[in-house]
Every structure is written in C-alpha cells, then in structure tokens.
C-alpha cells in the first residue's frame, strides 16, 4: 500500500512543482531606486513585486517582469510605469488578462491575437 502512495507521490509532485507559481520574488521600494535600478533587476530576476504610495498616498503594489514569458499561458506582458527616486514614469512591464478576441478591435492591438 506504502508503495503505491510512493509511486502516486513521486508522478504527482512534479506536475504540483510545475502548476505552482514561483512564490520567492523579491519585494522592492521603486521610489527608494532609480528607475535604470528597478529596470536591472527586473531584468535580473524576471520577476519582482514593487510597491510605491498612490496619489492619495495608499500603498500600491503589483508584479512586473522581463516579458510575457513571466506571465501565465492567458496573460501578456503589458506596458506599464511606476514612480521611481529619479523619474516620474520608469517603463515597466506587468502581466494582464489577454482580452477576449471579440473585445479586440485591431489586429496589432496590445494582447490580441497572441501579440504582446
């Protein structure tokens, strides 16, 4: 019976590993770096959380990445800013919902049709 759990266990776990988003990624203050900074270790890591305070000074946060390879098989890599210690609007990335083709009015339309 032991044995059978094992086998069961030992097919199972790699398929979890795989289905499991990545749940190490490292957290940043984007207004505490300059913008080239955010951008390298975006680079570096292909994944970081960065958080900053909102205009009415809430603290937001969301995941940027390196590109769509980051982001799950229905997301895109889209165009982004966040405020950094140097800049205003440092470019970034952050996944998104692709949206539906009937909600895609151009071919060349960010996310449509499996373009980012």
């Known amino acids: 019976m032991r044995a059978i759990h094992a086998a069961t266990l030992a097919l199972l776990l790699p398929m979890l590993t795989l289905a499991t988003p990545v749940l190490a990624v490292s957290r940043y203050t984007s207004t505490q770096m300059a913008c080239a900074d955010v ?15 909102g205009r009415k000074g809430i603290p937001l946060y969301d995941r940027y990445v390196a590109s769509g390879r980051q982001c799950s098989f229905d997301e895109f890599a889209k165009a982004s800013t966040v405020p950094t210690a140097d800049r205003q609007n440092c470019p970034v990335r952050h996944c998104e919902r692709r ?18």
């Open 39 to 53: 951008q390298a270790k975006i680079a570096q890591e292909g994944a970081v959380i960065l958080r900053y305070s």
């Open 99 to 116: 949206p539906e083709p009937e909600d895609c009015r151009n071919f060349l339309e960010p996310g449509c049709f499996g373009l980012d």
